[in-house]
């Protein structure tokens, strides 16, 4: 018998109700971001193996739909992790009006010789390791808000955390690429 009290039938059932309630959206969710079918339900698969995993090892979820979207969100962060730009011409983030921000559009250019390719190079470099070096919650709201285009208002829907925490975060996260990557910027600049 589960620690809280239920059966193991109420407890399968309440997982199937949150999974029935949350697939479309989450499905949408996830669609927004992979655009491979298979991938997205392989997501959507994985998120709900979570919540079944969680629930067997007895982990409380309090706000299971913030929880799912939390999962879903980090297994498509893993996936653009794994997968660099195939292009400098790919965009790395797009504005309201449709405009894309091209990542070589904010880079030195590669045809104005040897020394702009390898600021280049430093450039995106240093800043993939900054990333990486941010801490899980500060990393997550700012792929999600600066790469994904996620509104804080949408974030704060999806993770059940206020806007001013996930502000902060942000806020956290730019000063840390700010203070490593000046260095860099300092050297180039020489």
């Known amino acids: 018998m589960p620690a809280d009290g239920t059966t193991f039938a109420e407890q399968d059932q309440r997982i199937s109700e949150a999974i029935e309630r949350a697939q479309p959206r989450l499905r949408s969710f996830i669609r ?12 959507l698969q994985d998120v709900f193996y ?10 409380p979820i309090q706000h299971v739909t913030a929880w799912l979207f939390r999962v879903a969100r980090n297994r498509i962060t893993d996936i653009f992790r794994r997968v660099r730009p195939g292009s400098l011409s790919d965009p790395v983030a797009s504005f309201e009006d449709g405009e894309a921000l091209l990542l070589e559009d904010i880079l030195p250019s590669s045809d104005a010789g040897p020394e702009e390719t390898y600021a280049r ?4 470099d240093a800043l993939e390791e900054a990333i990486d070096e941010l801490p899980a919650s500060q990393r997550e709201v700012f792929v999600a808000h600066e790469i994904e285009g996620i509104s804080f208002k949408q974030l704060s ?6 806007i001013n925490t996930l502000l902060s975060r942000k806020h956290y996260a730019v000063r840390h690429l700010r203070r490593k990557l000046q260095s860099i910027y300092e050297d180039i600049a020489k």
């Open 32 to 43: 927004r971001y992979v655009t491979d079918t298979g991938e997205a339900e392989d997501i």
């Open 50 to 59: 979570e919540l079944l995993e969680a629930y067997r090892m007895m982990k």
């Open 121 to 124: 190079t430093l450039l995106i």
């Open 157 to 162: 829907a999806e993770t059940g955390q206020s």
